[in-house]
Nanobody, 128 residues
Framework: QVQLLESGGGSVQAGGSLRLSCAAS????????MGWFRQAPGKEREGVAA?????????YWADSVKGRFTISRDNAKNTLDLQMDSLKLEDTAMYYC????????????????????WGQGTQVTVSA
């Protein structure tokens, strides 16, 4: 059983930056897609970005974050990070770390129900 714990959320003004981190309780052998999702009040959970632990291929599912967010993974520390720059009001949401068992080298799904493990979430609030 993999447990995920997010950190790094908070409040920031528009245009600012935050870095989210997700620590996994055990090393992920065999291949996983690790991703970040977000959910704003009254909206569905949205896939933001993902990275495959074997290939290190990255995927940015949400068009609105391309060029502003960067997903990365530190295999030695067993952590997943999301660097968020040029934050906008519409980035305000609860952000979740998730992992999907994936023995290939490609992450194909931005859908939350395809992911097996979830963190408890960390709140990001962007103000004007």
């Amino acid at each position: 059983q993999v447990q995920l714990l997010e950190s790094g959320g908070g409040s920031v003004q528009a245009g600012g930056s935050l870095r989210l981190s997700c620590a996994a309780s055990s090393y992920m052998y065999g291949g996983y897609c690790m991703g970040w999702f977000r959910q704003a009040p009254g909206k569905e959970r949205e896939g933001v970005a993902a990275i495959h632990t074997s290939s290190s291929n990255t995927y940015y599912w949400a068009d609105s974050v391309k060029g502003r967010f960067t997903i990365s993974r530190d295999n030695a520390k067993n952590t997943l990070d999301l660097q968020m720059d040029s934050l906008k009001l519409e980035d305000t949401a609860m952000y979740y770390c998730a992992a999907q068992v994936n023995l290939g080298r490609v992450c194909t799904s931005p859908l939350s129900y395809d992911y097996n493990y979830w963190g408890q979430g960390t709140q990001v609030t962007v103000s004007a």
